[in-house]
């Protein structure tokens, strides 16, 4: 998104707005240059009192306040959303079918813009069975799953972790879905930037 010089909404169920701020400017990305709206889902609080460097754009109510955010959302530029923790909404007591309403009417504002590079991309721990049906039923209305996991040979101090990008279930119904191969890549996380690289083969930056 910000290669591409798009808008960027962040909807966090997990962090702070400060914590993103610390991250992007570690990896060295000028938030000046960049629109970036940022909806704070994790604490229900008025936060308009902090500096306005991290106050939130937009605090996610409990559910019955969310048609006045998506009014909100569907107002705003088309962008990239981001939905950062997408599965808390079931730590949070709400059930399967709740949380699959709130990402797809975030889904349908971005198919509303109809403008290229307007997408909606959601991150979730599958760490448990109560999660797993979420991300089933998220893949079922996707175009791409990335998954990220730890090595099956276990640690290692060159490479953090595995990731394996396959195509989701809207992308195998377009005509062209047989040109996307599916692509395992290791990667490595440093304070500053995270490298991508085959199995075997040199570390590179993508």
Known sequence: AFDN???VTLISFTQTYSHYVHILRKMGVNLANHQIQF???LLPLDLSSLPAATRPHFTLGPKEQWPEFLKWLESQPPSVIIID???SLLDQGH???TALWFFTACQRIVESHEVSGARLVANMFVDDDNTEPLAHAVIRRSHYVLSFEALAS???SDV???LTAVAGHL???LPASKTFKPTVLHYKVSDTTVLF???GQSRIVL
């Open 160 to 162: 953090s972790g595995q």
């Open 154 to 156: 276990g640690a290692s």
């Open 39 to 41: 909806v704070n889902a």
């Open 171 to 173: 992308h195998c119904q």
């Open 95 to 97: 059930d399967l079918s």
């Open 85 to 87: 923790g997408l599965c």
């Open 197 to 199: 690289f085959s199995p």
């Open 5 to 7: 010089k798009l808008p």
